[in-house]
Each structure stands twice: as structure tokens, then as C-alpha cells.
């Protein structure tokens, strides 16, 4: 499984909003000056986490993007799913012939530990190690 820089820039754009909590909202455009990322592929990705609800919109002078919830209750890899979809390596249920079926499980695990490995991460986790 390889991942797409759709997947690396949300992390990145919710790390950010992970660390200017205290500021309400943060605007787009600063965050993707700040990161680096376009303008236009972030307004991609965030259409994604809004619908999501993950991160919410406000208008206005003073407006821009915020986190829902607290950093702590974001699962690496639920944020990762919406702009990704599933992280498994291989679609088990497209598995059909023998010798695919055979090796089942190896994909399976594989998918398990991939899933085991993002889960043990928060957002707050790795906003605290960007500090």
C-alpha cells in the first residue's frame, strides 16, 4: 500500500488545526502557505473532512477551519480513510480463485496489523510531536 499525498496533506492540514486550536478558526489559505500544499488541492481534501464531519467551516472576518472534536478523539486512521477510503493493501472481497483464496489470511493479517498500527495513533499524538 502506498500512500497518496491526498492522505499526507490531511494529516498535515489536521495537525495544523490540531496546534492553533486556541485560535477558533484557521484560514485555508494560511494553512496552505504555512504547509506548502496548493490552495486548490487543499480545498479538495477539506471538502472530504468537512463532509465528514471532521472539521467545520465558519464564515466571516475571523473565519476558516476548525476541529469538531478534541485532537485526542481523532483516529489516525479515520481521517486517513475519508480522503484514502480502505487502507488494506488488497480488496479481501475481490479475492475469487483458489490460489488467491489460499493466501486469504496473509492479506487479511497484513490488513489487521496496518489497521492496528494507524489506530494506536490520535491526532493529538502526532500534533504534540510536531511541537
Known amino acids: 500500500m502506498k500512500m497518496s499525498t491526498r492522505g499526507r496533506y490531511a494529516l498535515r492540514f489536521m495537525i495544523h488545526l490540531a496546534n492553533h486550536r486556541e485560535d477558533k478558526s484557521v484560514s485555508l489559505k494560511d494553512v496552505a502557505d504555512k504547509e506548502e500544499i496548493s490552495l486548490k488541492y487543499l480545498e479538495h481534501i477539506v471538502t472530504k473532512l468537512t463532509k465528514a464531519k471532521m472539521v467545520v467551516s465558519r464564515r466571516g472576518v475571523k473565519g476558516g477551519y476548525s476541529l469538531i ?63
Open 69 to 131: 472534536k478534541p485532537a485526542e478523539d481523532y483516529l489516525i486512521t479515520e481521517i486517513l480513510e475519508v480522503v484514502e477510503g480502505d487502507l488494506s493493501p488488497v480488496k479481501l472481497e475481490d479475492l475469487h480463485h483458489d490460489a488467491e483464496l489460499e493466501s486469504f489470511d496473509l492479506w487479511q493479517g497484513l490488513r489487521d496489523v496496518i489497521y492496528d498500527y494507524l489506530d494506536s495513533f490520535t491526532l493529538e499524538d502526532l500534533a504534540n510531536e510536531k511541537k
